[in-house]
């Protein structure tokens, strides 16, 4: 067979525009299948879907909700970035009430819970609009727990999720924040960012798998055993109708954070 | 014709040369904002999207806004602009450029880019307005360059590109509307969260574009012997008036709305951008301008005894094409920010590498445009218009 020139780029050019576009067409049937550890280790703890309340009345000073925040940034990593505050990592932290439920505030509210530090985390919604919005599914819902995830490997740092998120949840690596980790206090076990993602709270899917609840869970225990009380933060299967975190909501009145807005929160909070 | 680009006078090179330094300059830039990350620029955790998104959402208008020529004459067979239309294509062909660039520099992993491709997500956005913009590149490079072909051989233009003609006049909303929807689509941003803000970016598109190509309609005419005619830019003239008109009266029902209704989540990024928001007024002077700028081109634009003055149709222009400038290519992605989702105020202003990194985008539009205006200019110059011109050629 012999071709001129012109054929041959003309071939060429076409089976090149076919060859991207069947990839794309390859890869969004392989996305529908979601990546599976081969085997599960047996005691990972498991939910249909994972949720949090925090208990208000167990964090009254920076003592009781501190040591929760210190764990989880220490357990992922998270740079501490003082220079500049435009460039903060937070992956869970305090706000006040009328900051973290905004639209309900009352100048006649007792001053007691307008200063109370809620803790604000991802809600790991069950209707996520960062999911929706993520261009590359960077940021995706696992399916068998609910844990919306990131993957810092794919994420393009759009920051389209940063509009998207309701909740203020997510931060942008502005600039390499390895330096901004203590070394001593570096876990070899998480990997550390590069600049230009998104990162934020993954409910400590890491931990989940080795059969430990979320870091932040486990410090308010720690410092429940000590004051002797009941720990702060309640981690269970919103699913699961014996859950702790179940009982809790059956019993307690408890607030999420702008529910109106349909993302369906999966932190409670009692007051 | 590409030749037809590297024949050019003194003042063709001296323009050419000072968009390239321009864009070496901004390239210098970017190589520090990509060693460093994006926080060289303004933006922060709060204010997320800053001026380099902003230029994006006003150019995709800018590029939408070529069917405004595009579509009296090849659907109403509106003879007045065959010259302009080439103008316009250009106009998109150069615009869409910049706005795949301005996406380019904000990303912060630029080199994974192709991911949007890899794993294709027909829920985001995002994915739709690749494709739209991608496709609307395409179509105006393929229905310019054979118009202008057949032009150039001085006959019709092959039957084939007819279709495409069409679709690009159906595709050029699309891309304005999917580019609303990044914004109009969110919840729990008020600012945005607004059914006519698909509305609103194509009426200030379809006034800002087309005072731009008047305005670059008047450099062609003065600095070359190519006419695209009085009487195209007189109608474009209208084009403006009445889509300024119209995009006014879509801000003030954003404004009837928030300010009636009086629900402080509506009501706080205007008066964050127009008044200041305690205490953080950083921006009022900017929309003020922008404001000033709407209400004196629309004094000279509403009247046709001032409009058909063409000196003063350029000032209406000019002040057109900055005050939408202003309100989509800043303040609208800002205001969208402030306050955040906790209602606290963090403020943004672009850094100098952010400006220069962004006049550099600028300056490669503009090279694109010089390029393929000055082809498209070579080769009108050399066609006769005796059927519809008023001043003719050779």
């Known amino acids: ?271 | 014709m590409l030749e037809k680009a590297i024949y050019g006078g003194r003042r063709y090179w001296v323009w050419v040369c000072f968009l390239l330094s321009l864009i070496g300059i901004g390239f210098l830039a970017y190589l520090y904002q990509f060693q460093n990350g994006l926080g060289v620029t303004g933006m922060s955790r709060d204010v997320s999207w800053g001026l380099y998104i902003g230029q994006f959402t006003f150019l995709v208008g800018v590029a939408a806004s070529g069917v405004m020529v595009v579509l009296p004459y090849y659907l109403h067979n509106y003879k007045k602009f065959a010259r302009l239309t080439i103008l316009g294509e250009f106009l998109a062909i150069a615009a869409v450029i910049m706005c795949m660039l301005f996406i380019f520099v904000d990303l912060g992993q630029p080199l994974r880019v192709l991911n949007v491709i890899l794993h294709p997500t027909p829920n985001s956005v995002m994915f739709y307005d690749m494709l739209v913009l991608s496709g609307y590149l395409f179509l105006n490079v393929l229905i310019g360059w054979t118009v202008l072909g057949a032009e150039r051989k001085e006959v019709p233009p092959p039957k084939w590109v007819k279709p495409f003609i069409i679709l690009s006049i159906a595709w050029a909303p699309s891309i304005h509307t999917v580019t609303a929807f990044l914004y109009a689509g969110i919840p729990g941003r008020h600012f945005w969260l607004s059914a006519i803000m698909a509305a609103r970016f194509l009426a200030s598109a379809f006034a800002g574009g087309p005072s731009l190509l008047i305005i670059l309609a008047m450099i062609v005419r003065k600095y070359t012997k190519f006419d695209p005619g009085k009487e195209a830019i007189q109608t474009l003239g209208k084009i403006v008036t009445y889509c300024m008109l119209i995009n006014v009266f879509f801000l003030g029902l954003e404004f009837f709305t928030a300010f009636y209704s009086q629900i402080p989540g509506h009501m706080h990024s205007f008066v964050y951008l127009y008044t200041g928001l305690h205490g953080h007024s950083q921006l009022v002077p900017v929309m003020w301008l922008s404001s000033i700028l709407a209400v004196i081109a629309i004094a000279l634009l509403v009247f046709p005894q001032i409009r058909k003055n063409e000196s003063l149709l350029a000032v209406a222009c000019v002040a057109t094409f900055f005050s939408l400038w202003i309100d989509k290519g800043f303040g609208l992605v800002i205001g969208g920010f402030v306050p955040n989702p906790f209602e606290k105020i963090t403020e943004y202003w672009p850094t100098l590498p952010e400006a220069l990194i962004t006049l550099a985008v600028w300056s490669i539009g503009f090279l694109v445009l010089t390029i393929l205006y000055k082809i498209a200019i070579s080769v009108k110059e050399d066609v006769v218009f005796d059927k519809y011109g008023e001043r003719q050629i050779k």
């Not at chain 1, 399916?143 to 389209?160: A, L, P, T, Y």
């Not at chain 1, 924040?177 to 600049?195: A, L, V, Y």
């Open chain 1, 1 to 271: 067979m012999s071709m001129n020139r012109r054929e041959f780029i003309k071939i060429a050019g076409l089976s090149s525009i076919l060859g991207i576009g069947g990839v794309a067409g390859v890869s969004a049937l392989k996305n529908s299948v979601e990546a599976s550890q081969t085997s599960k280790n047996p005691e990972a703890l498991t939910a249909k879907r994972w949720a949090m309340v925090v208990d208000m009345s167990k964090f009254a000073s920076e003592e009781d909700f501190q040591p929760c925040i210190d764990a989880c940034h220490r357990a992922h990593n998270v740079p501490h970035i003082t220079d500049n505050p435009k460039h903060e990592i937070k992956w869970i932290w305090p706000e006040t009430y009328e900051h973290a439920f905004p639209g309900n505030e009352d100048e006649y509210r007792a001053e007691k819970y307008q200063h109370m530090p809620f803790l604000m985390l991802c809600n790991h919604c069950e209707n996520p609009p960062c999911v929706r919005v993520c261009p590359t599914q960077a940021t995706f819902k696992r399916k068998s727990d609910g844990i919306v995830m990131m993957d810092m490997h794919r994420c393009i740092g759009c920051r389209f999720c940063m509009a998207g998120c309701p909740y203020g949840a997510r931060s942008f690596n502005y600039k390499n924040p390895r330096p901004f980790i203590d070394e001593s206090k570096k876990n070899p076990e998480f990997p550390t960012r590069m600049k230009g993602v998104v990162e934020k709270c993954t409910l400590c899917y890491e931990r989940l798998a080795k059969g430990l609840e979320p870091a932040c869970v486990e410090a308010a225990k720690e410092v429940a055993a000590k004051k002797g009380t009941t720990p702060g933060l309640i981690f269970g299967d919103l699913e699961d109708p014996n859950s702790e975190v179940r009982k809790i909501l059956s019993e307690r009145f408890t607030i999420r954070r702008k529910p109106e807005l349909g993302t369906g929160p999966s932190v409670y909070y009692i007051i």
